[in-house]
């Protein structure tokens, strides 16, 4: 059974803080990670991909992938009030048909 | 470029009763995903369309559930007879090219449709 887990939080920082979102998988085949945000009410948002061991950085976002240890993570500097949201973490199931599961999500609130 | 279209965006029905729900991908997007996501829990795969042939439907509970794709571009999830359980939000996702790594692998979800179901 695939799984992915994430800290279901409710994770606070305060406004401009770097929130740092964490994610473990199972499958030692999955080749690719993806972080989704999600706004209550509203669809999975693509913010970052990521396929090799190490960072990825974009704008404010960094994603942290280390396939040893099979943990991949999110950092948001400069937290903005609008990044609170749900981000699901999720992993692909490798050569075949590279479906993706899922985690349940950690819940950010970024106080100002 | 559009995103995915899903309609309608909201149904209640009563159990027993049959519903369906309609997804328009992205333009060129040879793959397809129906999700099911309950409260509090990421997206769980129904099931996954490669053009108009089915990929993978181990999750889907046939005896009452049914998706097609036909003309290998947009698709309908139907539920037959529905039960409270299956309140929920479906969801829509397309690929470039479901099968392949990395980007080609990227979905993209549409709005969902929110079924409650009394």
């Known amino acids: 059974q695939k799984e992915v887990e994430q800290n279901s939080g409710p994770l606070s920082v305060p406004e401009g803080a770097i929130a740092s979102l964490n994610c473990t998988y199972s499958d030692r085949v999955s080749q690719s990670f993806f972080w989704y945000r999600q706004y209550s009410g509203k669809s999975p948002e693509l913010i970052m991909s990521?396929?090799?061991?190490g960072d990825k950085e974009d704008g404010r976002f960094t994603a942290q992938l280390n396939k040893a240890s099979q943990y991949v993570s999110l950092l948001i500097r400069d937290s903005q009030p609008s990044d609170s949201a749900t981000y699901l973490c999720a992993s692909d199931s490798g050569a075949g048909s590279y479906q993706l599961t899922f985690g349940k999500g950690t819940k950010l609130s970024v106080i100002p | 470029e559009a995103g995915v279209a899903q309609s309608p965006r909201y149904k209640i029905i009563e159990k027993r009763q049959s519903v369906a729900f309609w997804c328009n991908p992205i333009?060129?997007?040879?793959?397809l995903y129906w999700y099911q996501q309950i409260l509090g829990q990421g997206p769980k795969l129904l099931i996954q369309f490669q053009n108009n042939g089915v990929v993978d439907d181990s999750q889907l509970p046939k005896d009452r559930f049914s998706a097609e794709r036909l003309k290998g571009v947009d698709s309908t999830l139907k539920i037959q007879p529905a039960k409270l359980e299956d309140s929920a939000v479906y969801l829509c996702?397309?690929?470039?090219?479901?099968?392949?790594?990395?980007?080609?692998?990227?979905?993209?979800f549409g709005p969902g449709t929110r079924l409650t179901v009394l």
């Open positions: 996702a397309s690929s470039p090219r479901g099968g392949a790594s990395g980007a080609y692998n990227e979905q993209f």
């Open positions: 333009s060129g997007h040879a793959t």
């Open positions: 990521i396929y090799s061991n």
